[in-house]
């Protein structure tokens, strides 16, 4: 049971109330203080002090020190006069009851204020905090940018710079090998020229000339090799001429491809690699590798191989968490469903790989043999043998000359028919 203090000195001026209380044998490191406008408690084992204010304070600046087995208190008026008592006199029980309730309650809606007034100051902290991280970074984005930038022009004047040199280099050949053909045409003139000189022999007796006979022709015309030699055309300059092809995914040459159903089909590859890297907050837990789909892929590929049909699933399930865009994934569980005997799975994911498989192009040929035939197999199962046939014979369409699926289509036409198989 507590102590209670009866004794206790005060004094007062018009602005304040001095209060000692006085902690006989009890050496007072800590005291438990609690202290509103007009309500104030004080514990210290064994000792307890609550008193009920004349008037009220101002429970904010108010103080209280505690040294020599005393503590005293320093509490401001709110309103400037003179008590007449320390305490309310003449109070009951259920008034002191109702105050004291009061007080718990206006000191709890306080320190809930405080508390909401520390979080906005903290939220603000934050935000500030934030923007500055914000003009930070903005300000060194612009200063990467500007050296890039820099970069950039210092490479562009180099490569103009070489291209020039390259020109001029180019010219300089040009013009020397146009030199050089302008001399081998002139010493071919020359050299014509001296045996038509040699060809000339005059004939006695007359004033004409006649030109000799050149070995392997049966006559000769002055007339006519001058004309030749006026015609001659002037050398051919040399250059170069660059010839550039557009890259193309798709091996078939343009004329002969679908561009529509092409383009339909790079950018749903597109999408899938996008989603790759999508919002992966609800996986936070996962290790880094087990992030990637591909990865996860390789995994239920290996436990697929050792017969683990279970844990493939369960990768495969991860990576379509992951991306769901991807028709391998799908195609690579249905192929574990059907070793489960999950049939109804398995027509699942084959349907939905094969509308992943859109448009039919050449690079997913194989893909979509491979779903064709999965989801056969599970209506053959199933003993649907109808819709078996359809996707066996949708695989055939694309893959003609294989002869394991032609031969498995036979065996459903013969199970249709109910003929018997030939041995």
Known sequence: MPVWLREFRWRQTPAAVYLSLP??????????????DQYLKVSVPPFLFEAILYAPIDDTNSTAKIGNGTIFFT??????????????????????????????????????????????????????TLEATMKLEEAERKRIEGLKEKERQKVTKELELWRKEQKDTEKQKRVQKEEELHQEVEQLKEKKKEEINKAEIPNEGTSETRLKPTKGCASFSMFSENVKEERLPAPRSAATIKVNFTPRVFPTALRESRVAEEEEW?????????????????????KEEEKNPDWLKDKGNKMFATGNYLAAVNAYNLAVR???KLP????????????????????????????????PVPDNENARVKAYVRRGTAFCQLELFTEGLQDYEAALKINPKNKTIEKDAEKIRHLIQGTPQDS
């Not at 400037?80 to 003449?90: E, G, I, K, R, S």
């Open 23 to 36: 902690l006989r044998g009890v050496r007072a490191t800590s005291a438990n203080i609690f202290c509103t």
């Open 75 to 128: 509490l401001y008026k709110k309103e400037v006069a003179m008590w007449d008592y320390l305490t309310l006199p003449n109070a009951n029980k259920e008034k002191l009851q109702y105050l004291r309730e009061n007080a718990v309650l206006k000191a709890h809606e306080k320190a809930k204020e405080e508390t909401e007034a520390k979080k906005v100051t903290k939220q603000e902290h934050k935000k500030y």
């Open 266 to 286: 790079l950018r749903k590859q597109a999408e899938a690699r996008r989603t790759i890297n999508a919002d992966l907050s609800e996986l936070e837990d996962l």
């Open 322 to 324: 992951l991306n769901n």
């Open 328 to 359: 391998l994934l799908y195609l690579n569980r249905a192929a574990c469903h059907l070793k489960l005997r999950n049939l109804h799975k398995a027509v699942e994911d084959s349907s939905k790989a094969l509308e992943l498989l859109t448009p």
